[in-house]
């Protein structure tokens, strides 16, 4: 395998897809979500580690492939193809509706997040994935997930933000985002529990770890099963990836991270199995079945930061737990679209507003109200005010008053005679004073 | 015109004196000057059917000696005339230095352009008293800027008054003949007021030539005497702020090119006296004197461009420009450093020129639309495109921005404030700037409302559209090619030494 | 005179020229104007570019006249002059295609034309300003020749944003010109140097420059938007959209924002601007800035008006960046002054688009409009993006520039205000976003106009296009050879000592 | 020598009376008479002053300047007589009206 058809296929994973997002690209394609996915395809079948460097590409990066992100890749590709199939219609004829195109867009981030080798390609890609991935949830035509779309939007906002600061922090520290130096140069330094937490906190909002699940259950509560594994393999399963990445697991001891990431592991799978799956349809379950593995997974990370030896032994195993937890979710969607595939999509139904949305709508409409320009709209309410006005015509009135003295004959050359006297004055006294 | 910097590079030139240059270097034009205008204005006076034609042909001529003057200082530095062969102390002197070379030249400038304009804005009666008016007017202007001998400055202020008010006069009508008649009185008596102050000067110093009185000055109270008279006598025929009263009736009243002349020419006609006086004769005055003129001219400098706010008529706006205006010309006094005359004098030059289109362009529109109200102007400004711009490249330098004459001497200004310390009077300078800006831009922007046209507008000729944007160019042009009028000022050393 | 010191003249004469003659084409000449327009931006541009090879290749390019004793107009073409020319003659280029499209059959256009090449004179003039002087100069140019711009309309709001605009700026503009005669009195030069010319001056001095350094910030500050001097800003969104575009984008706010890099930079010099501790006022001026312009800009309803907000907030990034005063925050300030024009730009031109093919000019208005304006709203889309700081898009550069470099200088504060600020970039944008692509398109647009089968004219959606390319190329390809970040660096090599 | 001064302070009290009348008076008559006495004033000065060293025959000097000065006085005297008559013609009136508020 020479070096220009790995770097083909590596750049075709990505760009394929980004493409034919191009609407009138995949306008008059059949499978166009499946035509995008054929170097990925290619790519999990070939058993060599690839990588190519693009320097000039955002901040000098590059792309690869190794073992451990081929199984990530191998559910990505399952996931996606297996879930356009049930949620894109047939061949996009629908010119108004950006569904395909956003679909290969949150794809292409998949890709590019899998396929990233350093820490900004890695967010760049995920953040493009997380938008479009919002997207769909917002093209939908059931107001509840449009509203958990929006949730999540708000979410993913601070998560990337939270991440941004632990990366500008990362290479502040190392002075190179490569995965493959980052781990080991991180657990060097000595504001390594800072940049834990960060990053901890930031995946924590992206995945919807326990306090920060809220929109899971509302996208849930009425999405297609479909959907609902769009949103566990986009955003949630791309999250576990880049903690896998940006942790350095195997490296450091750190029992207080990791104990709370196998607390907040744990309380996700209590509270899935105790409020949700109480409640839930049969269609919701293998979303929560997703959720649920997020939490082990997340339990599972948790266990490996407390204790390197322990991450050292089964950490090679992390993917393919997740690989194989993907394949029988795939396995469960399919069994569930089929099944209910005569099935009614429950219509739109009226939601209250969550405290967030009204607190920023409140926020929004009094900043409105108290909005005053500072300094043109102070003056123009000071003139507006009549004894603003009144104000300026007395010194109107003053100035007038004053031309109209000075212009009076008399006046003027008394001033003029008064003028003669100071100066002559003025000039004794300057004599006075130099003798 | 190009004058270089260094004295010391005409040595090589002198060497291969051509023909041509030996005629430029012997004529002495310092005589030229004073003689053609005067000739012209009898010629006119005589032959009234051609008045038109030995105007501007005199206006030519006599830009033209300008150039010799200017071609012969830069050759051999000052210069100093015997007319008749008799000199001081008896004889009368002429005298031609930096400062009076830029007074004559700023003269014959605006000069031609006055009487461009003027050839196609009066009408065939009212030309036949213009012309000669307007060149001894001329004359008398370049007598003044040549004259080195204190009672021939009073002869020519008052030649130059009479003319003046005459040529206010010119326009009909009882606002303009109250005005006149007002601004012939005023004239008259600061003139009187400046003889007096001769009379004690002569008296104690036994001459009348600046020169013999500098060297011969020394305090006592007839001097300080003579100085109160012939300053007072000189700021009342400047209008410094608060003796301004009668300068905005008699420039608005009068028919524009005769606006343009007065407030450009005739004015710091007065204030090149004072100017002089201070340098050669005062220096023994004390610095009071000089703060309270300083004072003065903030007044003027604030009270003029408040008032200039507050008029609802075109005309009365600019005059009351040229009353802020001029009050900049006195904060050089307390300052009274080299670079701060220097400001002066090219605030003086800058202002005579840019006033001079404004005042054409504002006759422009009173003969387009018939009236001046500035809240009106929407209409007729739209259809004189060209006065407009002229209006408004004027207004950049009045208001002193870049790149313009008035940018250029506010900046020397400014740094003389600064660099003795006396930074108030950069504030004024700001400040009036300022008021500058919200004058200029209250009748600019009514280029730029959409108005329906109210009424028929009359024809201008393109001429005078044109000449009030070629003086407005010049201003502009003032402030990008600054040290050619800079380097005009240095000849003969006025202002003493170079700092 | 050799090409050395001709070019800089050419650059500045290719829009002076073309624009004084425009002004005597009469309204119909529309070919002779339209090619005249189109001519000189792209020659202007070939200019620039032969400058930009030739000082690759070690050539100085200065042009010098003598104005006052010891003081001379000089252009001169810098690392730091090239950046601010090249973005200000090549979105000159793409606003003019775009003006051309935008004022189709309005009254007026000559003028309109004339006064917007005098501008982007004006503009390239402060940019290769040798001294500050010179630069004051241009300076003052840009306010006179934006004037007419901004009351174009000659609507009475029009007159009223010009008075308040021209009340603000020419203030500025009187205190730039005292706190510079009063540097020249104090140092005897005014002339740009790297790291500056005041450094030798006298300890006794450093209180009064410390005062001259407040009023040349407030000087400079009017244009550039600073908090309490932003004032003008929003209401001068009544200009025509294009003017609006450059504006914020090149003209009138940058000249403020690069004014204040060459107060930094070359007259007090980062290092001595420390030491007087001018850095840290100044940084959390610009911090202040960021944050209100942001609140402000999530409370209005009208497009144009929100994107005003955004800029007074956008521009002081580059401010910050400068007074962070560490290499990298500086290199993150300097991007941004390219990131930010073309960003905005892209956004300008949208909000033209919708107000010119739909008459929508509230976002109120703007349910689903995407799905009638596709390409518009798609590069929208990036432009807000792009100002939100997400990648790979442009502004994301900046931001993590400005993060990396007030990590750096060990102001972590700044870190949080930048987090602050992109999440009302976000508040205020995502909102617009979501209108447009997702809501329901109503029956029919305020004042719709049929374009055939394209959804507006070409003139307007091109310029539209590319500067959003732009935007995403900036991102994409930010270390590519010869890019803008190689760029910057190099400038901001010059300015640190070390 | 004392009298000299006492005609020289004659003529500075004719200038003051002259610049009273001036100012005081409205009718412009009376103002063009007052402008013709204060010069008649200063004149005297410049005569009474010539005699500067006692027993020395008067400077000529200042006598060529009275002659000038009277031709310039008669010369605008004229002037401002035609401008009043002018005046008169235009608004019926021999004042010169403040100029009125507007």
Known sequence: MNGIVSGFLLVSALGLPLLLAFPPLHRRLPWPVHIALLPAIALVFIPVDLCIELPWFLLGTGLGLDAGSRWWLAISVMMWGVIAIFLLPPNGRNVHHPLTSLFLLSLTGQMGAVLATDMVSFFALSTLMGYACIGLLLADADETIRRAGRIYLVLLILADIILFEAMVMAEAISEDLGFATLARVISLSNSLDLYLSIVLVGFAFKVGLWPLHIWLPLAYATARPATALMLWVGPVATGLLGVLRCLPLGEVSAPMPGGALLFLGAVTILYVIFFCFKRAQRRQQPAYFA???????????????????????????APIFVFTMGLVLAIMIVSFEWSMAKGEISGANKVDRTLLESWFEAFVHWGRRAGIDTLPDFRALWLARRDGLRQKRIWQRAFDAGEYFLQRWSFALTLFLLLVIVTVVLLFLDAAAVL | MNFPTGAGTDHCKRMKLLPMELILGEVPWIVVLIILPLTGGMACFLFPTISKSLGLLTSLAVISCVWGLGWQLEEDGAQRYAIGGWGAPLGIDLYADGLSLVMVAVAALVGLGISVYSSSYFRRDKAN?????????????????????????????ELLGLTAVALVALADGSEALTSAMRYLLINLMGSLFYLLGVAFLYHSFGSLDIAILAQRVEPSPAVWAAVGLISAGLLLKTALFPMHFWLPAAHASAPAPVSALLSALVVKASFYILLRMWLEIFPIVGISFAQLLGLLGSAAVLWGGIQAL?????????????????????????????????????????HAVAKAAMFMAAGNILAAGGHDRIADLSSITQRLPLTLTAFSLAGISIMGLPPSGGFIAKWLLLEASIQSGQWWWGAILLLGGLLAAAYVFRVVSHVFTQAEATHEAREVPARMEWTALVLALVVIFLGVFASWPLAMMEIGSPFGGGS | MNWNTALPLMVLGSSLLPGLMIFFLSEEHVVARTSLNLASAILKIVLIGGMFWGMLHGHHYESRLALLPGLDLVLRAGPLSMLFVLLSAGLWLVTTVYAIGYLEESPYRSRFFGFFSLCVTATVGIALAGNLMTFLVFYELLTLCTYPLIVHRGTEVARKAGRTYLIYTIFGGALLLLSSVWLYTLAGTLEFTDRGFLSGLDTSLHPTLILIFALLIAGLGVKAALFPLHGWLPLAMVAPAPVSALLHAVAVVKAGAFGIVRVVYDVYGIEFATDLGLTLPLAILASATIIYGSLRALFQDELKRRLAFSTVSQVSYIVLGIAVAGPVATIGGLIHLVHQGVQKITLFFCAGNLAETLGIHKISEMNGVAWRMPWTMAAFTIGAFGMIGAPPLAGFFSKWYLARGALDAEQDWVILILAGSSILNAAYFLPILYIAWFKKPPDSWPAERSFGRNETSWALLIPTVVTAMMTLALGLLASAPFSLLEWASQIVNRGFAQ | MSYVYLYALLGVGLFVLGLNALIVHAHLMRKILAVNVMSTGVFLVLVALSSRNEGILPDPVPHAMVITGIVVSVSATALALILMLKLNRATGKNELPDRSRD
Request: proline share 3%.
């Open chain 2, 129 to 157: 008293h213009f012309w000669p008016l307007w060149l001894f007017l001329c004359g008398a202007l370049n007598a003044l800027f040549l004259s080195s001998d204190i009672f021939n400055l009073y002869v020519t202020l």
């Open chain 2, 310 to 350: 507050r008029q609802t008529r075109l005309k009365l706006l600019v005059a009351y420009s040229t009353v802020s205006q001029l009050g900049y010309l006195f904060l050089a006094f307390p300052l009274g450093m080299s670079i701060a005359w220097k400001g002066a004098l090219y605030m003086l030059l800058s």
């Open chain 1, 291 to 317: 959720t649920i593995v997020t939490g082990s997974f997340v339990m599972g990370l948790g266990a490996g930061l407390s204790d390197p030896a322990l991450w050292s032994g089964y950490g090679d195993l």
